[in-house]
């Protein structure tokens, strides 16, 4: 047998064949079996309980569903294909529990990865699944001493940082000079951290915690069926 290129080594999908070999003495004669039962894996994304809209066609996608497994980290990363129907995915995997993000591409689905809140068993044909994506909308103005920034009118006074307390997702919001300073965008319910980075104004360039622990509800508006549950028939 000729070893794999460095190319094809890359290229592979890893495949866990032992999970914890122990190797005390020289080891020789053993016999791997890379035959691997896969399911079948499919559903929709939705975001806040809607179809997401996506200005592409083929080849572009909507988005991205990706299933990583928690032991191996291998996983799958199953496209949300363009159009005006359901954002749907579906593909094959090795039974394991899968860590489970969304992300978008050309849609409104959210830019940066949404981690779906509890993990995916999969022990068979896993089909009828639905995965909301939550959004939540958050404004606010910059302050420094009670006063608007000192800037010129329009000009990038500040970038606004939520990052999420588990993930460290992190959203960017600009905040353009006016009166006052604001800023507007959405996040994913959770928990933030809120820091706010000076740019053309005086607020500081080096930047300061607006927030440590800023919760954002999940339960604020209505986001579909919770993440992950089989759509009913």
Not at 170 to 189: L, Q
């Amino acid at each position: 047998m000729s070893p794999l290129s460095p190319a094809e080594i890359n290229d592979a999908a890893p495949i866990t064949l032992v999970r914890a070999l122990a190797v005390t003495v020289p080891t020789t004669g053993l016999v791997l079996d890379s035959t691997v039962t896969e399911h079948p894996v499919s559903g929709v994304v939705t975001l806040n309980g809607r179809v997401p809209v996506g200005a592409c066609a083929d080849p572009d996608v909507r988005g991205r569903l990706n299933l990583d497994d928690l032991v191996t980290g291998a996983g799958a990363s199953l496209p949300l294909p363009c159009g005006s129907g359901p954002a749907a995915f579906s593909g094959m995997l090795p039974a394991g529990a899968y860590r489970v993000s969304i992300v978008g591409d050309h849609s409104d689905l959210p830019g940066v990865g949404y981690v779906a809140p509890q993990p995916l068993t999969v022990s068979g044909p896993t089909t009828g699944l639905a995965f909301d994506v939550p959004t939540r909308p958050v404004t606010g103005t910059i302050t420094g001493g009670g006063h608007d920034p000192t800037c010129d009118p329009g000009a990038l006074a500040a970038k606004v940082n939520f990052i999420h307390a588990t993930t460290r997702v992190t959203f960017v919001f600009p905040a353009r000079c006016g009166t006052p300073v604001d800023w507007e965008g959405e996040v994913f319910p959770g928990t933030y951290e809120v820091v706010v980075y000076g740019v053309a104004s005086n607020v500081p360039a080096t930047g300061f915690r607006a927030a440590a622990a800023l919760a954002i509800p999940r339960r604020s508006r209505s986001t579909g069926p919770p993440p992950g549950r089989k759509q009913s028939s």
